[in-house]
């Protein structure tokens, strides 16, 4: 993987190769630290990436430090623009991916949260997909279970808490799967090892609630919106059984780095006909076109990278209007 060309760091922007930790940073011992993955789109006709619901993905990270006790010095609104800024240097004209990383930085022997000053580092590269079969991917269930909230909240991006997700994956794959479906400790589904769940049965797409030790994704909020608002297909937040799944119709995986993600075989039986379902795919289809900003209604969770879409518009509208009045006094 090629690195980045700059990091925010330390407050601003500097080159990547500036922005270093000492081995006994409390972050990477211990894990402290929260994190968040956002996704930029290119959008070919308008010639600039949009950064899907940076805001949304910001306040998740506060969040997320709040449970650690971390007390950043950036808004939501700051790290987004500083995080713009960051995209803006990097001068991405394809999609792109950027890690916000809050953590411990102390240099220090001591496992707490207390006492401990935090550091936000930014940075961006090119990213294209996270699961190579989006449109047919063969999952299977993890032997690992989820942490729950009693031991590291699942609902915030915790560094530490990414353990458990690498166990799930790599068994997954080393086994010949393409990820892993993650039970909780009560044994309902809780997630992929980085992405939500959903499941089709009878037309009714079920999803596990949040206090089913998930992580509160915004895809998964922004698929919920989505289904129920432009396809009209009814979503039910609630646990779902281990056998559920065999039986279902359709099933995905939703989040930022995987996107959409249709599940067409889980433990090598297949969903439904064994491959992409109508509901993966109206919305897989509906999601691209959202995320890219092709879509007016939902352009206010796109933020555009190189010039302010709204204001250009706008600048178009009193050029046009002007030159009417010129053409026409
Ligand atoms: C464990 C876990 N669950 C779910 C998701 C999906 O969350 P989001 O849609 O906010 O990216 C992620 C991150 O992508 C994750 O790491």
Redesign the pocket.
């Known amino acids: 993987m090629a690195l980045p060309r700059y990091a925010f760091f330390q407050g601003r922007v500097v080159p990547y190769s500036e922005a270093h930790v000492g081995v006994l940073t409390h972050g990477l011992n211990y894990g402290t630290g929260v994190f968040s993955?956002i996704r930029g789109y290119w959008n070919d006709d308008e010639q600039q990436p949009f950064v899907f619901r940076p805001e949304d993905?910001y306040k998740?990270f506060l969040e997320s430090a709040q449970m650690l006790g971390m007390t950043l010095p950036l808004d939501a609104r700051g790290l987004t623009g500083a995080m713009m800024d960051l995209v803006r240097q990097e001068g991405f004209r394809e999609d792109c991916y950027v890690r916000s990383l809050a953590f411990y930085a102390d240099e220090t022997v001591g496992v707490r949260l207390h006492d401990l000053t935090p550091e936000t580092a930014i940075v961006a590269l090119p990213y294209g997909r996270y699961i190579d079969k989006e449109e047919g991917a063969h999952a299977t269930i993890s032997s690992w279970r989820r942490v729950d909230d009693n031991a590291i909240p699942a609902r915030g991006?915790i560094v530490g808490s990414?353990v458990n997700?690498a166990l799930a994956k790599t068994e997954a794959m080393r086994s010949g799967f393409d990820e892993a479906i993650v039970l909780n400790g009560d044994g309902h589904v809780a997630?992929?090892?980085?992405?939500?769940f959903l499941l089709v049965r009878n037309g009714v797409v079920l999803t596990p609630p949040i206090t089913d030790n998930?992580?509160e994704?915004?895809?998964?909020r922004t698929v919920i919106d989505l289904l129920r608002d432009e396809l009209g297909i009814p979503v039910v937040e609630r646990s779902i059984d281990r056998s559920e799944i065999y039986v279902a119709d359709e099933a995905m995986f939703?989040?930022?780095?995987?996107q959409i993600v249709a599940i067409t075989r889980v433990d090598h039986r297949p969903m439904g006909n064994g491959r992409i379902g109508p509901i993966a795919a109206a919305l897989r289809k509906l999601y691209f076109d959202v995320v890219r900003g092709r879509r007016p209604e939902y352009r206010h969770w796109c933020a555009p990278v190189y010039t302010n879409a709204e204001e250009t518009a706008g600048r178009n509208r009193e050029e046009a209007q002007r030159a009417a009045a010129v053409a026409h006094p």
């Open positions: 993955g993905h998740r991006k990414y997700s997630e992929g090892s980085a992405a939500n998930i992580l994704g915004i895809t998964r939703v989040g930022t780095g995987v």
